[in-house]
Nanobody, 119 residues
């Protein structure tokens, strides 16, 4: 059974840092990434990794870093210089092809984790 299990997240003050983890079980994936969904908003792309290729949303470039540990089948999202507008539920996602920037292209999803940034 394929599962993506997320950990991390929580409450942090603006300017602080958090790290999210997403451990995949059941199979390996070519692309893994992160999306987020703020209150009343659509789910939006944050970052993704595929075969050494990286992509970031403009809103997080220079602040967030995605990394992957293939031995652990785990993807991470290091979030620095957090802003109140980063507040959202963050979702890990995975697919069997190269990375994409749209949520509907991903087949597997983590359970979601809340990130709240206070001003």
């Amino acid at each position: 059974q394929v599962q993506l299990v997320q950990s991390g997240g929580g409450l942090v003050q603006a300017g602080g840092s958090l790290k999210l983890s997403c451990a995949a079980s059941g199979r390996t994936f070519r692309a893994m990434g992160w999306f987020r969904q703020g209150p009343g908003k659509e789910r939006e792309f944050v970052a993704a990794w595929s075969g050494g290729s990286l992509s970031y949303a403009d809103s997080v470039k220079g602040r967030f870093t995605i990394s992957r540990d293939n031995a652990k089948n785990t993807v991470y999202l290091q979030m620095n210089s957090l802003k109140p507008e980063d507040t959202a539920v963050y979702y890990c996602a995975a697919r069997n092809w190269d990375l994409e920037l749209i949520a509907s292209a991903y087949d597997y999803w983590g359970q979601g984790t809340q990130v709240t940034v206070s001003s």
